[in-house]
């Protein structure tokens, strides 16, 4: 089992940046893939950014590149998402997951492909 606590979210301007942190535990070597995902009252969960836990590899969706950035520190076993340059339209609560395996299909910004999610933290940006 593998047990994720995200944390890091709250009000900011736009334009303004905030760090979401998601705490790792459990079985953390069967972990081959972190993501962060949000979601809007209504609308589909959405892949934000992803990083193989193993090589540091990473993605970020087309919506957030340039402005997010995904990391890791397998020392702690923390997993950040630095939020820079918010817009309203980033507003969401925001998912920490834990993918263990890769099916055919597998992508990296795919719900489907994750095992494990947090319980989420909000992050509101106003205009």
């Known amino acids: 089992q593998v047990q994720l606590v995200e944390s890091g979210g709250g009000s900011v301007q736009a334009g303004g940046s905030l760090r979401l942190s998601c705490a790792v535990s459990?079985?953390?070597?069967?972990?081959?893939?972190m993501g962060w995902f949000r979601q809007v009252p209504g609308k589909k969960r959405e892949g934000v950014a992803s990083?193989?836990?193993?090589?540091?590899?990473?993605v970020h969706a087309d919506s957030v590149k340039g402005r997010f950035t995904i990391s890791q520190d397998n020392t702690q076993n923390t997993v950040y998402l630095q939020m820079n340059s918010l817009k309203p339209e980033d507003t969401a609560m925001y998912y920490c997951?834990?993918?263990?395996?890769?099916?055919?299909?597998?992508?990296?910004?795919?719900?489907?492909?994750?095992?494990?999610w947090g319980l989420g933290t909000q992050v509101t940006v106003s205009s």
């Open positions: 990083i193989v836990r193993v090589t540091g590899d990473r």
């Open positions: 997951a834990a993918g263990t395996f890769r099916g055919r299909s597998w992508s990296p910004l795919s719900e489907r492909d994750y095992m494990y």
């Open positions: 459990g079985d953390t070597f069967r972990i081959r893939d």
